[in-house]
C-alpha cells in the first residue's frame, strides 16, 4: 500500500519542518519527504496519489486527556463514537482517563479498553490508568500489572489526590516503569459547594463561587513533591494565572513538571456561565479574564506544554438541569483544531508553535510514538484546510456528547483528512 500526498505545506516541528513537500507513506510508514518522489512512488504498484495543494499536512494531532465513558457510561460515549470523533477532529492518538465504571485501577479494564479500541481501529487509544484504587484516595493501585497491560500513565483525573503521602508514593511507584503522574490539581476543600470560579459572574448569578486558589495550592504540592522526589509529574487542565506562574517557576529551577490546558480556558472566561448554560460548566470552572490572559501568554513561553481536550461527554440528561445539579465537562474533539487555531490569528503562537503544542510536545509527555513525520515513524496523519469556515452544530458531532458551550460559533479552518499508519480513517465530506 503506497500513498503519495502531494504539494501541501507540510509542518513537522520535530524536524523544524516548515515547507511545501511531498511525503510518500509505504506499508503504512513514512517512506520519504522530498519534492522529487513521483518515480518512487510509481515503482511497484502504484502509490495513491492524494493532491494536498493549499492544505497543511501535519503529523496525527494527539490528544493526552479525553474521556471515552467505557465501560459503564456508553449512553454518554462509547470506545467506538469517541474514536470517531477523535478522527473528525483530526487525531490520530488519544489517551484516555480511568474514571469508567469499573474504574481502570486493574488490568482487565486497561485490556478491554485496548482490546474495544483495536477492534474500531480508527485512532490509536493509550488508556490511563488510576493512581488508587477506586480512584478514591487511599491505596495506590497495581501499577506493574497496569503498566505490563498498557497503561501509559496514572490519574484520578475527576478527582484530586488529597493525600500528599499518597500523591508521593504514586510518582516513586509510576516512575519506577517510567510513566508520569498527571494530577488533577483542586483543593477540595476550598472548592467544596461551588460550581464556577469566584467573581462577579458568581455575584451576580449567585450560582457558588470557588476560589482559583484551589487548584494554585495543588499545583504548588505537586511541584514540592515533584522536585522532592526528582519524579515526573504532568498538572493536567491548567486554568489560572498562579498555576501558570508556579509551574513557570518551578521549571526554572530543572523541575520535572509538564502541563496541559484545554481549549475552553483559552477562549473563554466566566462570563459564559451568566445566561446559566449548563454545558459552561466544567471542572475547574471557567475563569476570569486576567487568568486567559495568563494562560495564553504560558503557551506561548512553553510554560503549557499542550493542548488536550479534556474531552467530557454526558448525556441530556446530565446537562439539561439545574446548572448546580449538572455534570461538569464540554465535549471537546471536535471543536479543539478550530478553536486553537484562533491562537495564531489572534498572534499568541505561531502555526507550528500550535502544532508542536498537539502533536510532539503531547507525544512526548507521555512518552508517545506518535507526533511526528520522521521517516521510518508510523504514517498518522492530519490534513488540515485553514481556510475553511463552518460553524459549530453539535448535531453534527461524532461523539453521543453533544454538550458544547461553542454551539453557533463560526470557526475558521478543520480538519479534511485523518491518516492512521498509512489508511484513511477520516475525511471531510466522504
Ligand atoms: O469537567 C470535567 N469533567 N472535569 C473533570 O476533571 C472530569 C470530567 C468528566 O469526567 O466529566
Known amino acids: 500500500m503506497k500513498l503519495l500526498l502531494k504539494g501541501g505545506r507540510v509542518i513537522d516541528p520535530t524536524q523544524q519542518i516548515d515547507e511545501i513537500t511531498d511525503i510518500l507513506i509505504v506499508d503504512g510508514r513514512i517512506a520519504a519527504l522530498g519534492r522529487e518522489l513521483d518515480k518512487q512512488a510509481e515503482s511497484g504498484t502504484a502509490a495513491r496519489v492524494i493532491d494536498a495543494t493549499s492544505k497543511i499536512v501535519v503529523p496525527g494531532l494527539v490528544d493526552i486527556h479525553v474521556h471515552l465513558r467505557e465501560p459503564g457510561f456508553e449512553y454518554k460515549e462509547t470506545i467506538a463514537s469517541g474514536s470517531e470523533a477523535a478522527a473528525a477532529g ?13 474504574i481502570n485501577d486493574n488490568r482487565s479494564v486497561t485490556e478491554y479498553i485496548l482490546r474495544k479500541a483495536a477492534l474500531c481501529g480508527l485512532v490509536r487509544v493509550y488508556p490511563i490508568a488510576a493512581v488508587s484504587k477506586g480512584s478514591d484516595g487511599s491505596v495506590l493501585a497495581e501499577y506493574g500489572d ?3 497491560a498498557g ?35 483542586e483543593d ?20 457558588g463561587g470557588g476560589p482559583s486558589i484551589a487548584e494554585d495550592i495543588m499545583v504548588a504540592r505537586d511541584i514540592l513533591i515533584a522536585e522532592y522526589t526528582g519524579q515526573a509529574v504532568h498538572i493536567a487542565h491548567v486554568s489560572t494565572a498562579g498555576s501558570v506562574r508556579l509551574i513557570r517557576e518551578a521549571k526554572s529551577r530543572g523541575v520535572r513538571v509538564t502541563a496541559e ?9 466566566d462570563d459564559a456561565v451568566r445566561g446559566f448554560d449548563s454545558n459552561a460548566r466544567v471542572n475547574p470552572p471557567l475563569r476570569s479574564p486576567g487568568d486567559v490572559t495568563a494562560i495564553k501568554e504560558g503557551l506561548r513561553d512553553g510554560t503549557i506544554d499542550a493542548i488536550a ?17 449538572a455534570a461538569s ?78 454551539r453557533g460559533w463560526d470557526l475558521r479552518g478543520k480538519a479534511i483528512m485523518t491518516i492512521l499508519g498509512g489508511e484513511i480513517k477520516w475525511a471531510e465530506n466522504s
Not at 90 to 102: L, R, Y
Not at 261 to 269: D, Q, S, V
Not at 346 to 374: A, Y
Open 188 to 207: 477540595t476543600n476550598l472548592s467544596a459547594g461551588t460550581v464556577i470560579n469566584e467573581g462577579l459572574a458568581s455575584a451576580e448569578t449567585g450560582l
Open 90 to 102: 483530526g487525531f490520530t492518538s488519544i489517551a484516555c482517563m480511568p474514571n469508567s465504571k469499573p
Open 261 to 269: 490546558t484545554a481549549p475552553h480556558y483559552f477562549t473563554l472566561t
Open 146 to 148: 497496569l503498566w505490563e
Open 309 to 325: 481536550t479534556d474531552h467530557a461527554p454526558h448525556g441530556i440528561t446530565d446537562k439539561e438541569v439545574e446548572f448546580e445539579a
Open 151 to 185: 497503561a501509559v500513565a496514572f490519574s484520578d483525573d475527576g478527582k484530586a489526590v488529597t493525600n500528599s503521602a499518597l500523591m508521593l508514593g504514586a510518582m516513586e511507584y509510576a516512575a519506577s516503569y517510567g510513566l508520569p503522574v498527571i494530577s488533577h490539581c
Open 329 to 406: 465537562g464540554i465535549s471537546g474533539l471536535e471543536t479543539s483544531l478550530g478553536l486553537s487555531l484562533r491562537l495564531v490569528d489572534d498572534g499568541t503562537l505561531t502555526l507550528s508553535q500550535l502544532i508542536d503544542c498537539m502533536t510532539g510536545k503531547p507525544s512526548r509527555i507521555l512518552n508517545l510514538p506518535g507526533g511526528t513525520l520522521k521517516v521510518g515513524a508510523a504514517a498518522d496523519l492530519t490534513v488540515i484546510d485553514l481556510n475553511l469556515p463552518w460553524t459549530v452544530d453539535p448535531a453534527n458531532f461524532r461523539s453521543k456528547g453533544r454538550n458544547t458551550p461553542f
